[in-house]
C-alpha cells in the first residue's frame, strides 16, 4: 500500500503516535498581528483524536 503523499507532507508523527501539523493562518497577511499571536503560530498544533485513526492509515508504508 502506498503513502498518501499529500498528507505525509503536511502532517508530522511524533514518537509518542500524535499527529502534528502546522497551525492554521500563517500563509499571508502575518504583518498586522502582534507578536504574541505570531509566536502562538510558529509552533504545531496537535491533530484530534478522531482524524489521527483515519489518518495514520493513509500514511501508512
Request: aromatic share 4%.
Amino acid at each position: 500500500m502506498k503513502t498518501n503523499q499529500a498528507i505525509a507532507k503536511r502532517y508530522k508523527v511524533k514518537k509518542s503516535g500524535k499527529i502534528q501539523k502546522k497551525a492554521a493562518g500563517q500563509g499571508h497577511f502575518n504583518a498586522r498581528e502582534d507578536g504574541k499571536t505570531g509566536r502562538q503560530k510558529r509552533g504545531g498544533v496537535v491533530v484530534s483524536q478522531t482524524l489521527r485513526k483515519v489518518m495514520a492509515a493513509a500514511m501508512v508504508k
